[in-house]
């Protein structure tokens, strides 16, 4: 997996569900180099994007 984030220049992956809680989150060390957890910052979605995705 680590490759993946490599080759796709990412440093960190979230996937939420419809009610803004996330489903998958890693992120990637560059110093390490290696995928870690996602910070607990990125465990729901802001409040902000919500209401803005509300309005499309």
Do not use: I, Q
């Not at 996937?15 to 995928?35: H, I, M, T």
């Amino acid at each position: 997996m680590a490759s993946g984030f490599r080759t796709l220049g990412l440093n960190l992956v979230a996937f939420y569900d419809g009610s803004g809680r996330a489903v998958y989150s890693r992120a990637f060390d560059l110093a390490a180099p290696k995928v870690v957890p996602a910070p607990p910052d990125f465990s729901s979605l802001p409040a902000a994007v919500l209401s803005a995705s509300e309005g499309r």
